[in-house]
């Protein structure tokens, strides 16, 4: 099973920019896709970004797209988010995740992301 620690997750003023990681561990060779989802207070958790292994296509929530970024480093086995222009809107918890071919999806513990003046 693939083990995934978030990190980069904090306080940041309406504009700014955080960049959150997510390092994955054990079995990564089982890895399909990887993405980011969030979910704030009151509602469903949603997919922000995913991104296919083989192949490197990428898909983005529309409320996203031209915002952030979902990039990921091989050698070093991290999922990366970009996000810029930051909104009130996209204050939430930011979770990493991974489809296994056999095992499904898993989750890593979240990271609060806050955007506030």
């Known amino acids: 099973q693939v083990q995934l620690v978030e990190s980069g997750g904090g306080l940041v003023q309406p504009g700014g920019s955080l960049r959150l990681s997510c390092a994955a561990s054990?079995?990564?060779?089982?890895?399909?896709?990887m993405g980011w989802y969030r979910q704030a207070p009151g509602k469903q958790r949603e997919l922000v970004a995913s991104?296919?292994?083989?192949?490197?296509?990428?898909n983005y929530a529309d409320s996203v797209k031209g915002r952030f970024t979902i990039s990921r480093n091989n050698a070093k086995n991290t999922l990366y988010l970009q996000m810029n222009s930051l909104e009130s809107e996209d204050t939430a918890v930011y979770y990493c995740?991974?489809?296994?071919?056999?095992?499904?999806?898993?989750w890593g513990q979240g990271t609060q992301v806050t955007v506030s003046s």
């Open positions: 991104i296919i292994i083989n192949g490197g296509s990428t």
């Open positions: 995740s991974v489809l296994e071919k056999v095992l499904g999806r898993t």
């Open positions: 054990g079995s990564i060779f089982s890895i399909v896709t």
